[in-house]
């Protein structure tokens, strides 16, 4: 059985001013993929998702999911805490994420500075902050992501 790996990557969440509603949204697909999956871990932002991500990274799982701290605001750093761990880079899938929310009639998707990419074994995508993009971005990474994960353990193209 696959093992992952959900980051909420939120100030308020983490100080508790409301709930995390995009980290459920992502575990709750993830399980319904098959996938071994804690309760999603929320941090503030900063530093703290990387040491959640480097947690997660230590732990041996196969993928990791973040949500939020993709924007634009000066509180928004997950792409910046994501890039030094990242062995490979993997831009058509970020791309494809933006893409689908734009197709759907968003435009401030395109804004989202999120990253995706390869650490090791494990394939590290970071997805908004939204409950609206995490659904976009999980009805990308569904399709691929099994194929993406045996590419990753050294299985054929």
């Not at 804690?38 to 991500?53: F, H, M, T, W």
Request: charged fraction near 20%; glycine fraction near 12%.
């Amino acid at each position: 059985m696959r093992r992952a790996a959900v980051i909420t990557c939120s100030n308020r969440a983490a100080a508790g001013t409301y709930a995390d509603r995009s980290g459920p949204v992502i575990v709750a697909a993830l399980r319904s993929w098959g996938f071994e999956v804690e309760d999603s871990a929320v941090v503030s932002d900063g530093d703290p998702v990387g040491e959640a991500l480097r947690s997660a990274l230590a732990s041996g799982v196969d993928l990791v999911l973040t949500t939020g701290g993709t924007g634009l605001t000066p509180t928004d750093r997950t792409p910046e805490q994501t890039r030094p761990l990242l062995d490979r880079v993997v831009p058509g899938l970020a791309e494809a994420i933006r893409a689908a929310g734009a197709a759907k009639g968003v435009p401030t998707a395109v804004l989202s500075r999120g990253l995706a990419g390869c650490v090791g074994r494990t394939l590290v995508v970071n997805l908004p902050g939204s409950t609206g993009g995490v659904r976009d971005a999980l009805a990308v990474l569904e399709p691929v992501v099994e194929h993406a994960l045996s590419q990753l353990a050294g299985g054929d193209h």
